[in-house]
């Protein structure tokens, strides 16, 4: 089960140490798993990121050097390499790897999804109250509400097959949120004041958009939510008795610098930019738990996660 929300910085956790972001489901998993403390993304945009982390190439190797690019449908994935071996593989979230317009968008089946059967997604889409997303046929199926709920639901009708189909599986689910903007569903919209907040030592106030304390007080609501979100796919792992057997690797894309060193965005090698959150949990495999400085990045994931199932590539 790998989850993976949009730019989500890898100091925004409790667990590393921001005692002002709530995120109880995201501590209760670290106590569980070994802790990469310093998870680095090794391209931190969105397309190649993802490119990476699904054939454990980098980006000018996985053919995703850069930002909205078609990943080649010859590349090999994870996804195609699980399934050889008689794994039952999905993709839920935005995908962000068919290349064009940045919109929501049909990805048909076939090469284009790259070895994922299970489908429910759109190519790319932060509108959060508006989403829409895809099956097998290109009739956009709209979403209610929040759209980090409707993500959820449909990883949980994936593991729902997954126990019915009585195989090994391999999930992808990659929320839109939390990256800006940071429209947020009731209950979550003034959760954080941001006069309260401490920003980092090395924020610089004065930017004319995006990085003031409000965009991280709508930032760590959205983590917060998400929080919530994580908590419900593990209980359903529970449910389904997938628990014990079951590698689960949270982390994200990239992360935002948010206003420190006086800059926004991602694209740029300092740390709130490159690190981002590594949990890797498997209570089968890894008994206990532990924190680990060990070098390791995005082009690890696949290379790591395959070896852990025992499959070759």
Same mark, same amino acid.
């Given at each position: 089960?790998?989850i993976?929300?949009?730019?989500?910085?890898?100091?925004?956790?409790?667990v590393a140490? $921001?005692?002002? +972001?709530? /995120?109880p489901?995201?501590?209760? =998993?670290?106590?569980?798993?070994?802790?990469? !403390?310093?998870m *680095?993304a $090794?391209?931190? +945009?969105? /397309?190649?990121?993802?490119?990476? =982390?699904l054939?454990?190439?980098?980006?000018? !190797?996985?053919? *995703?050097?850069?930002n909205?690019?078609?990943?080649?449908?010859e590349?090999?994935?994870?996804?195609?390499?699980?399934?050889?071996a008689?794994?039952?593989?999905g993709?839920?979230?935005k995908?962000?790897?068919?290349?064009?317009?940045r919109?929501?968008?049909?990805?048909?089946?076939?090469p284009?999804r790259?070895g994922?059967?299970?489908?429910?997604?759109?190519?790319?889409?932060?509108?959060?109250?508006?989403?829409?997303?895809?099956?097998?046929d290109?009739?956009?199926?709209?979403?209610?509400?929040?759209?980090?709920?409707t993500?959820?639901?449909?990883?949980?009708?994936?593991?729902?097959?997954a126990?019915?189909?009585?195989?090994?599986?391999c999930l992808?689910?990659?929320?839109p949120?939390?990256?800006n903007?940071?429209?947020?569903?009731?209950?979550?919209?003034?959760?954080?004041?941001p006069?309260?907040?401490?920003?980092r030592k090395?924020?610089?106030?004065?930017l004319?958009?995006?990085g003031?304390p409000?965009?991280?007080?709508?930032?760590?609501?959205?983590?917060?939510?998400?929080?919530?979100?994580?908590?419900?796919l593990?209980?359903?792992?529970?449910e389904?008795g997938f628990?014990d057997?079951?590698?689960?690797?949270f982390?994200?894309?990239?992360?935002?610098?948010?206003?420190?060193?006086?800059?926004?965005?991602k694209?740029?090698?300092?740390?709130e930019?490159?690190?981002?959150?590594?949990?890797?949990?498997w209570?089968?495999?890894?008994?206990?738990?532990?924190t680990?400085?060990?070098v390791?990045?995005?082009?690890?994931?696949v290379?790591?996660l395959?070896?852990l199932?025992?499959?070759?590539?």
């Amino acid at each position: 089960l790998f989850i993976m929300p949009d730019q989500w910085r890898g100091c925004d956790m409790g667990v590393a140490g $921001n005692r002002e +972001v709530r /995120t109880p489901n995201l501590d209760r =998993l670290a106590q569980e798993s070994v802790y990469f !403390r310093s998870m *680095t993304a $090794n391209t931190p +945009v969105c /397309t190649p990121a993802r490119g990476i =982390l699904l054939t454990g190439r980098y980006a000018h !190797r996985a053919g *995703t050097p850069v930002n909205d690019i078609h990943l080649p449908d010859e590349a090999t994935t994870i996804a195609e390499i699980l399934g050889r071996a008689g794994y039952y593989t999905g993709f839920v979230g935005k995908w962000h790897l068919e290349g064009g317009k940045r919109l929501p968008g049909f990805i048909p089946p076939g090469p284009r999804r790259q070895g994922f059967e299970f489908w429910a997604a759109n190519e790319c889409s932060h509108d959060y109250f508006k989403q829409q997303y895809f099956r097998d046929d290109p009739t956009p199926i709209p979403m209610k509400g929040y759209d980090a709920f409707t993500w959820t639901d449909l990883a949980l009708e994936f593991l729902d097959r997954a126990r019915e189909r009585r195989t090994p599986f391999c999930l992808y689910v990659q929320h839109p949120s939390p990256h800006n903007p940071y429209w947020l569903p009731p209950g979550y919209e003034d959760m954080y004041a941001p006069e309260r907040l401490s920003m980092r030592k090395n924020w610089r106030p004065g930017l004319k958009y995006a990085g003031a304390p409000k965009d991280i007080a709508g930032y760590y609501a959205a983590i917060t939510c998400l929080d919530a979100e994580v908590g419900r796919l593990l209980k359903r792992l529970d449910e389904a008795g997938f628990r014990d057997n079951t590698i689960v690797l949270f982390t994200s894309d990239h992360g935002d610098l948010l206003g420190s060193h006086g800059s926004i965005h991602k694209q740029k090698p300092w740390e709130e930019s490159v690190i981002v959150p590594g949990l890797l949990r498997w209570p089968a495999g890894l008994r206990r738990a532990f924190t680990s400085d060990a070098v390791f990045s995005h082009v690890d994931v696949v290379p790591t996660l395959l070896g852990l199932c025992g499959v070759k590539s």
